[in-house]
Each structure stands twice: as C-alpha cells, then as structure tokens.
C-alpha cells in the first residue's frame, strides 16, 4: 500500500483488481434475478404437476368426461350430485372416523413410547427399533397379514380355539358393524411407528434443565408431561397433525387390499370411492369433483390447524 500526497492510501494492484471483479461479477444478493434462475426448474416442475394439474381437475369437474370422448360442459351438475349421493356422503363419515380415531391413537401411543424410552432405559435401542418397524412394513403385506388375522380359519382364530375363547372370534373384515373398525386398528398399527419417530425427535431437542427444574419445584412426573412436556411439543402436534390428516384422507392401500370397501359399503372411503369413479367407471368429470372438494377439505382444515395452535400474544393488564 502506498500513500499518497494528500495523506491518502492507494490500493495496491492486487486490491484494485479485486475490486474491480466483484464490480464484475456482483455480490449474491447485487442481483436477484440471477438468483431466481437457480430456482428455475423447481418453479416450473411446481407450475406443471401441482397447479397446472389443478387447473385440469377444475375444468374436468364442471363437465361430462369418460377420459375417452370429449368433455361435454355440465357446470355445477357433478357438484349438484355430490350433494344428494349417499354412498359419497358414507364415504365422508368414513373418513373422518377413520381420520379422527386414527390420528389421536397414533399420537397418544407414539408419545406415549417415545416418553418411555426417552431416559435411560435398558434395551432402548431395540425397543426403538421394534417400534419403527410396521413403518418400513409394506400396505400390501401389511394388508395380506391382517386379513389372515382377522380370518375365521386365520392363526389368531385357532390361537384363540386353542385357549378356549374361540367364541369370542368373528369375522372382523367380513361384518359391516365391525370391518371399519378392524381397518382403523390397522391404520393405528401401521402408523404409530412414525408418530414414535417424530415424538422421540422432539423430545430430544427439549432442555433437561427444564425438566430438572420442575422436578426441584415439587412437579411430578404426571404434572411435568402435562405442564411443561405437552405445551413444548405444541408445534410437534401441528406437524403431527398436518401430515396425519393428509395420509388419513388419502389412505387406499389397506383399505383397497384388504376389503375393496365392502362390506356393503361398510369400508368405503373417500380414496376407494374416488378410484371406482374414475379407474373403474370411467367418470372423469365427476372424479375430478370429488377430487377438487377433497383438496378443498384438506387446505381448510390444514389452515384451521395452524390457526388453533398458532402462538396467541398474551393481554397485557390494563394499568389503573
């Protein structure tokens, strides 16, 4: 660096052709459309299968189309008739039985083991691991395992003959009164596992302090779970939640494997109903409204839960 006259500093070489490359080249934020372009391909893979694809569904929906000849323009007709069918109106219930019953089971039984071997606790890695395994269980053998299950001739049958209950046994999947039941038990079981790894996660990133200094005040195990444990796992819940509602309303597999929605429409969901419709009777117009009612459901309730767990600011008191 050498000084000039004046007092000043002049750069030295080096410096100024440094300078003069960043002036060049700019900073990350100098332009942010350069930055955009890095974006890019995510933007329009988005703009093509997610909005393009709704802007299909809702042409779709408010016309007559058998996915072969053309759409003939019904306007609000398939919506009309969604109204006024009572086998979408069961599969509805369904579902929100299901989804309901499903959710709260799977969250009350993963934060319940993952509470337990939370501590240091003898053989927790293998409990871990016995607790994640319906997850890596794929529907079709999980459906295929539960329908033996619930058979009458089935191992759980002749376990049952063989210690003298066997007249406690039925055909679970075959009664209407009690094939929804037996499919929600196997919706609980398949999906607890990944409840439990989500709790556990949370459960990690809580202070030990904390808990240590409820502990010191008198605070039980009880009151610490439900004053200091629950309110910290708030926004676990809403992800718990979120991602829960959607597998709820979109669950198939093991319902379609295991009954196809029978008996007497005793299992019909709105997934099973949605995929009759449009693969089996080829209404594509009437799909795509069922379809677009469901996407509305789902963002409504969604935004419903993130405003029902969402941080209230506390009212300050009004000074006198």
Do not use: C
């Not at 009954?259 to 997934?271: F, H, V």
Request: aromatic share 12%.
């Amino acid at each position: 660096m050498s000084v000039r006259a004046g007092g000043g500093t002049a750069d030295s070489p080096g410096m100024v052709s440094d300078a003069r490359r960043g002036r060049r080249t700019g900073k990350p934020g100098n332009h942010p459309w350069r930055n955009l372009l890095f974006a890019l391909p995510a933007l329009i893979a988005v703009a093509l299968f997610f909005y393009a694809s709704i802007a299909f569904i809702v042409n779709a929906s408010l016309a007559d189309w058998n996915f072969i000849g053309a759409p003939k323009p019904v306007g609000l007709g398939n919506f009309q008739r969604l109204l006024v069918d009572p086998i979408f109106g069961k599969a509805v219930i369904h579902s929100i039985l299901y989804g309901g019953v499903v959710l709260f089971a799977q969250a009350a039984i993963g934060l319940g083991l993952a509470i337990l071997v939370s501590g240091r606790v003898k053989f927790g890695a293998f409990y871990k691991t016995l607790f994640f395994i319906p997850v890596i269980i794929a529907p079709g053998i999980l459906a295929y395992v539960f329908r033996r299950l619930f058979d009458p001739g089935g191992e759980m049958s002749q376990f049952m003959h063989g210690i003298g209950l066997g007249q406690l046994w039925q055909p679970w999947l075959a009664y209407p009164e009690t094939a929804l039941w037996a499919i929600i038990a196997m919706g609980i079981y398949s999906g607890m596992g990944g409840a439990f790894l989500i709790y556990s996660a949370a459960l990690t990133q809580i202070d030990r302090e904390i808990l240590e200094a409820a502990a010191i005040d008198g605070a039980s195990g009880r009151q610490s779970i439900r004053y200091v444990v629950m309110p910290l796992l708030k926004g676990t819940h809403a992800i718990f939640a979120i991602f829960g509602l959607g597998a709820a309303i979109g669950v198939f597999d093991i319902i379609y494997l295991s009954t196809e929605g029978g008996p007497a429409r005793a299992t019909e969901t709105i997934s099973t109903y949605l995929f009759k419709k449009s693969i089996v009777e080829f209404k594509g117009g009437y799909a795509s409204a069922i379809s677009l009612v469901v996407l509305v459901v789902g963002l409504l309730l969604t935004f419903a839960i993130l405003a029902f767990l969402r941080e209230r600011p506390s009212r300050k008191p009004k000074e006198a």
